[in-house]
């Protein structure tokens, strides 16, 4: 008897009389479990790789980074969340938050870092908690400890101190308050006496923008009553009288307050605080003093016009 064509070698038994190509049962489900198992196994090293990875990030020393409580809940709990993870992700570390009481002294502060993780990777300290940091440093000689923020270094000794770049800030300040002033004058209201340069920065800011108005500074404590005259307004100190008075004038802030509770006339906000710096200054390590300008952002839903938020985003990604 003839056989039927594509028939199984060992069951002469047509499977597909009509198929233009040969097919058998045996080889099928070979192919079958081959690609089954294949696919497990990439499944189960992929899970082995995700594992380790993860072993390893929760097993490597964290970076501590102290704050008081009230700062973490003014700075914005999605920003503090944002801030940490971009922390983790550049050095593959956990970022622990150290909470301490607003009124806690040196002390304390060092001994809440020290009970956080005994033998961290690092240690990053707010300025105004630098005795703490000193404190922290005498206990844990071996652990890289730095004080980010502040202009002026407060003592000698081992933390790194990170200090703000304030002449490059207010340089960017100044280009940006030449966009947004128009043909009035910008405003700049300090905090006690301007160090040496930093007015200088300022104006060259301005006049590289091709302002050639002349600008205004105004100490935070003083009265000031010409606002008719002023197109921008730079808030580079406390200024609780200029903020009560809600007037309709651009205003770039120096702070680190979570932008989303400041008033609409804000454009542009300078960020040094310690979270926004801390990546910056870990890679700077060890250098013994630092000096980073902070970080802005623009709001651009209250940029009227697109090509000034172009321009405002080209000068503050100069350093």
Known sequence: MQQAPFTDKEHPIPLFPYSPIPLYYPYMLKSGRSKTLLFLSIVLALLLALGITLWVFFHRPPVLIVMDIS??????????????????????????????????????????????????????????????????????PETPVFVIGGSLRALEGDPYYVLADTRTDLYRAGMAAALLTGVRKPLLFYDGDLPDGYREAFQRGLEDQGSLSEPVYVVASASYSSWSEIGCVVVAGPAADFAEQSLDIPVILFSWIDPSLTPGTVKLVFDDSHLALAVEALKAQPAVEIFLPSSPSIFRDRIGEKGTYVKLKDIIRKK
């Not at 040196?106 to 690092?122: H, R, S, Y």
């Not at 240690?123 to 005795?131: G, L, N, S």
């Open 71 to 140: 700062f973490s809940q003014l700075y914005g709990p999605e920003r503090l969340e944002r801030q940490s993870r971009r922390i983790a992700s550049s050095f593959f570390r956990q970022v622990i938050p150290v909470l301490v009481d607003e009124s806690a002294g040196p002390e304390l502060v060092a001994i809440a870092a020290e009970e956080a993780f005994e033998a961290p990777w690092a240690v990053i300290f707010p300025y105004r908690y630098h005795d703490g940091a000193r404190r922290y440093k005498e206990a844990m």
